[in-house]
Every structure is written in structure tokens, then in C-alpha cells.
């Protein structure tokens, strides 16, 4: 227990630094205006080899600073486009569905907990899996918090003393992920529904948000 808690408070601790760039990230984007006015000059110059090699690094620029996500919270926006990121280099279809998230109530480290260990599991159910998509949703209705993630699989997974089982046979603490978030859930007297065929494997929880 005293390993989890180091472990959770240093990934907690991480994602706060990655949040410390936001300010700086949404800056940059105001660069924009600049660009567009360095592009107009070259091409008004003819100079079609430069603004082709500029727009090419602006392009690249963009696509590494600038966040995917905003749900307006900044510590689910951290670990959201940190696995998105993940995701998409290992050619995994992310299908996303947030809203403001700006209202939840629940503790930082709890989220970390929950989408730190749910999308870590799908993305490496999906690695191993011929089709590699998943379907992600956060949202907040009314007082309810809803969260659900659905992967694709290449296989029906393991169950072993109630407890599911990595596909990778060189992954550490099978099955603690999804403990972890059970645990979670548990605490603050939600719900959670696990659902799983031969292609595919979600999990769903509902809790209040009073």
C-alpha cells in the first residue's frame, strides 16, 4: 500500500509539472498572427521554396506544443493528452467524448488513479490487437460523473481469483490497475460495470458529483 501511494503521489506530481506549460503552451498559439504575416511576405516575394520549408516546421512545431484536449481541468487535460499522445504514435484510434469537466469534485490523485490505469490498460489491450481503437468518455450531467472506456482486444481476457490478468506476459502487478480504480470507486460509493466479449473490453462507473 505505502509503494502505491509513492507511486500514485510521483505520477500525481508529474502530470502537475506537465500543467506548468499550459500558460506557456496557449502563448505560443498567439504566435499565430505572426506566422501568417511571415507566410504572406514570402509568398507575395515568390520565395515558394521558403514558405514551404517554413510552414512545414510550423506545422511540426504545432503539432508537438500545442494540447488536444481541454475539459477545462487541468489535471485530467494532463493525463488525457499524455495518453492520447501514446495512443496515436502506436497507431491507435482515439475516440473521445468530454465536456467541461472544470466541476468535478473529486481529488486529483483519485483521477490520476482511475484514467492513469483504465487507458494504460487499453492501450495495451489494443498494441496486441489487430484492431486498435478506443472509445473514452468523461463527462459531467447534471450531478453525476460519468466515465467509460471501451478497447478493442485480440483475445477474451484472463481472469484469475476475480482479478484480471495482463495480456503482456512481461507486465508487473497483473491486474492491480483495475483494482486500483475499483478501489476508487468503492471509496466514494459509485458504480462501476465491467462488460467484455471476444474483441472488446469496457469499464463504466458512475458517481456523484454533489
Do not use: W
Amino acid at each position: 500500500e505505502r509503494l502505491f501511494r509513492e507511486k500514485i503521489t510521483n505520477e500525481t506530481n508529474m502530470y502537475y509539472s506537465m500543467t506548468e506549460n499550459l500558460e506557456k503552451q496557449r502563448k505560443k498559439a498567439h504566435e499565430f498572427k505572426n506566422h501568417m504575416a511571415y507566410i504572406s511576405a514570402l509568398a507575395n516575394k515568390e520565395q515558394y521554396e521558403e514558405l514551404k520549408e517554413y510552414i512545414i516546421k510550423i506545422d511540426n512545431d504545432i503539432k508537438v506544443s500545442m494540447d488536444t484536449i481541454d475539459t477545462n481541468n487541468a489535471i485530467v487535460n494532463a493525463v488525457l493528452n499524455a495518453k492520447y499522445r501514446v495512443a496515436v504514435n502506436k497507431g491507435i484510434v482515439f475516440i473521445l467524448k468530454v465536456n467541461d469537466l472544470s466541476r468535478i469534485r473529486l481529488a486529483d490523485v483519485d483521477i490520476v488513479v482511475m484514467l492513469s490505469n483504465l487507458l494504460s490498460n487499453a492501450i495495451e489491450a489494443c498494441e496486441v490487437s489487430e484492431e486498435k481503437v478506443i472509445k473514452f468518455k468523461f463527462i459531467l450531467q447534471d450531478d453525476q460523473m460519468i466515465l467509460s472506456v471501451k478497447n478493442s482486444m485480440s483475445k477474451p481476457p484472463v481472469k484469475k481469483n476475480g482479478i484480471f490478468l495482463s495480456q503482456k506476459q512481461e507486465a508487473e502487478n497483473h491486474g492491480m490497475g483495475i483494482m486500483n480504480v475499483i478501489e476508487v470507486v468503492e471509496k466514494h460509493r459509485g458504480r462501476y460495470v465491467i462488460d467484455y466479449d471476444e474483441h472488446s473490453f469496457s469499464f463504466m462507473v458512475l458517481m456523484n458529483n454533489k
